[in-house]
């Protein structure tokens, strides 16, 4: 029997792909409309579940949100789309073309990489261009360009197939004998700068060819080796734009998943989960609203689900390292920067020393690195005619107890200091072009996004905390209840959420049988 949502409205049944409710009493609570949720939202109804969807805010997305202001769209996080190939992968698997959701274009360059001594380096995926650019900028680097691609394209495969892409909560399948031997032949478990070093000789070309973990809000002087299959995915599949923004990503698994019959509510804030005889029984809302499910898949990030929703922090909270965070600028401008490419990477002289700041000291660095995007280059509806939507990221650190930075103080200092060092970088006369301007601090990843410490990017990556070894997605006693997205396995990024959307959903299936 179907489990009806006993919310006091009439629900409206499911007009799901064969057009009948195939969920056979299998009514999962999917809390967090973020690109996990919805992706795995996506998958279980096509398995013929029930699905609702609880999100807090307004729109969906998450981390992937939307900023409006002035006639200015930003993208509030991710901006950068590689491995564009799981994103197609959702959409074949439930039977939709994916351009009749997204209109994905192919950048070229990938991003503009800016030194200290004013010189640059465009990373593309056109390799004649890309062998010209690093001769220009370390002569001789070709050939050691082209070994390195082929050495962190094993990584690729190994960690893909090895770690990444499938299920591994059992010990037996992540500490395996064969992944073992796949770390150490591969050379994954070594530093990601020792390894990078091996290939180029000047620090501009090692920083361009490890800087990638900072995405996952990890130095690239403590990153182990494996993080080389970034570089490697960039420049072998590309970097691609959804016309229309990174939103668009949310909004066309959202009309997806409407489309399938799931039901999205929302500003649903989800404030606790009840239990009963060792089962998530229903969830309960800021407004009272009391929604009973038989699954609950949980999307808010993974640490602040055990200790706020469920009461009982994860046994092993008090030793999770996190991920970094990001001091974000949004700056609506009038007029246009024609020199300034869709991305834009800034490193200092001294990125060792800054990224000891951010990970070691928990201070923020006198000159960190820095990223630009200017997405109205590729998409000019993003902004007012003449004008452009600059987003600017600084890795900062996350709040360390006991060394937290007050950011109603650090917030307002680096956003001036940042804009003086725009201007000197090359958008002069920056500050009094600007129309419209938001900042987002680590203060608003804690308050908004329910982030634990105001990371960015969830719990850390280091090898300790992945695989086996990160928080599973699904609790060990309430088997009833599931993770998805960036704190859980795989980890953080766009394409990592989309990869555990699946897997969490492969493991529901198993564990409590569907109808197909
Ligand atoms: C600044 C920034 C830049 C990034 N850049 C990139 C990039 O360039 N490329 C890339 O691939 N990745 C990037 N990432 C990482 C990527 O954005 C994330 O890994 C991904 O979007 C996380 O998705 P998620 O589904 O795990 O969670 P989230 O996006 O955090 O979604 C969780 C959802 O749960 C909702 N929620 C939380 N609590 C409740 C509750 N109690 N009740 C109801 N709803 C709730 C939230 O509102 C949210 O919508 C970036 C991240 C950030 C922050």
């Known amino acids: 029997m179907s489990t009806a949502l006993r919310t006091g409205r009439a629900s409206p049944p499911p007009s799901g792909a064969a057009g009948t409710d195939r969920s056979g009493g299998r009514h999962v609570l999917v809390i967090g409309a973020g690109l996990g949720g919805l992706a795995a939202a996506i998958r279980l109804r096509h398995r013929g579940?029930?699905?609702?969807?609880?999100?807090?805010?307004?729109?969906?997305?998450?981390?992937?949100?939307?900023?409006?202001?002035?006639?200015?769209?930003?993208?509030?996080?991710?901006?950068?789309?590689?491995?564009?190939?799981?994103?197609?992968?959702?959409?074949?698997?439930?039977?939709?073309?994916?351009?009749?959701?997204?209109?994905?274009?192919?950048?070229?360059?990938?991003?503009?990489?800016?030194?200290?001594?004013?010189?640059?380096?465009?990373?593309?995926?056109?390799?004649?261009?890309?062998?010209?650019?690093?001769?220009?900028?370390?002569?001789?680097?070709?050939?050691?360009?082209?070994?390195?691609?082929?050495?962190?394209?094993?990584?690729?495969?190994?960690?893909?197939?090895?770690?990444?892409?499938?299920?591994?909560?059992?010990?037996?399948?992540?500490?395996?004998?064969?992944?073992?031997?796949?770390?150490?032949?591969?050379?994954?478990?070594?530093?990601?700068?020792?390894?990078?070093?091996?290939?180029?000789?000047?620090d501009e070309l090692r920083h361009t060819f490890s800087f990638q973990s900072l995405y996952l809000g990890l130095s690239p002087f403590e990153a182990p080796a494996i993080y080389g299959l970034l570089p490697y995915a960039e420049v072998a599949g590309g970097l691609y734009f959804p016309l229309g923004g990174m939103h668009a990503l949310p909004r066309a698994l959202a009309r997806l998943a409407t489309e399938l019959g799931v039901r999205v509510r929302y500003r649903s804030d989800v404030v606790a989960l009840e239990r009963e005889n060792g089962r998530i029984t229903a969830a309960q809302l800021a407004d009272g609203t009391r929604l009973p499910a038989d699954l609950v898949l949980a999307n808010a990030d993974l640490p602040y689900v055990y200790q706020a929703l469920l009461g009982e922090p994860h046994p092993r909270a008090g030793r999770f390292a996190f991920s970094c965070s990001a001091f974000l600028m949004y700056l609506?401008?009038?007029?246009?920067?024609?020199?300034?490419?869709?991305?834009?990477?800034?490193?200092?002289?001294?990125?060792r020393s800054a990224c000891t700041d951010i990970f070691t000291r928990y201070r923020v660095p006198d000159l960190p690195p820095y990223y630009v995007c200017n997405p109205s280059k590729t998409d000019p509806s993003l902004a007012p005619a003449g004008c452009e939507n600059l987003y600017v990221l600084v890795p900062v650190p996350s709040q360390a107890p006991g060394r937290e930075i007050d950011w109603t103080i650090e917030g307002p200092r680096l956003e001036q200091a940042m804009l003086a060092r725009l201007e000197r970088f090359g958008l002069p006369g920056l500050r009094d072009r600007v129309v419209t301007s938001r900042t987002f601090t680590p203060a608003d990843f804690g308050s908004q996004l329910s982030a634990t410490r105001g990371e960015a990017f969830g719990l850390a990556h280091g090898l300790d905390q992945v695989g086996y070894l990160r928080p599973?997605?699904?609790?060990?006693?309430?088997?009833?209840?599931?993770?998805?997205?960036?704190?859980?396995?795989?980890?953080?990024?766009?394409?990592?959420?989309?990869?555990?959307?699946?897997?969490?959903?492969?493991?529901?299936?198993?564990?409590?049988g569907v109808t197909r």
């Open 332 to 351: 609506g401008v009038r007029g246009r920067y024609p020199g300034l490419p869709h991305h834009t990477l800034v490193v200092p002289a001294d990125l």
């Open 49 to 202: 579940y029930e699905v609702t969807v609880l999100e807090r805010h307004a729109v969906p997305g998450g981390r992937c949100g939307l900023w409006e202001s002035e006639g200015f769209r930003f993208d509030t996080g991710p901006t950068l789309l590689l491995m564009v190939e799981y994103l197609h992968a959702l959409f074949r698997d439930v039977g939709r073309p994916l351009e009749a959701y997204l209109d994905l274009v192919q950048l070229d360059p990938n991003y503009r990489v800016h030194y200290a001594d004013g010189r640059t380096l465009d990373v593309t995926s056109r390799l004649n261009a890309m062998l010209q650019e690093v001769e220009r900028v370390e002569p001789g680097a070709g050939p050691r360009l082209l070994r390195f691609l082929a050495a962190t394209s094993r990584l690729y495969r190994v960690g893909l197939d090895g770690f990444v892409d499938r299920n591994v909560h059992q010990r037996r399948d992540f500490l395996s004998l064969r992944n073992a031997a796949l770390l150490v032949r591969g050379g994954a478990m070594r530093r990601l700068d020792r390894m990078v070093a091996g290939f180029f000789r000047s």
């Open 472 to 512: 599973h997605n699904r609790h060990s006693r309430y088997r009833n209840l599931y993770f998805v997205g960036q704190s859980t396995h795989p980890g953080c990024g766009v394409p990592m959420v989309l990869i555990s959307a699946r897997l969490v959903a492969e493991r529901m299936a198993e564990e409590h």
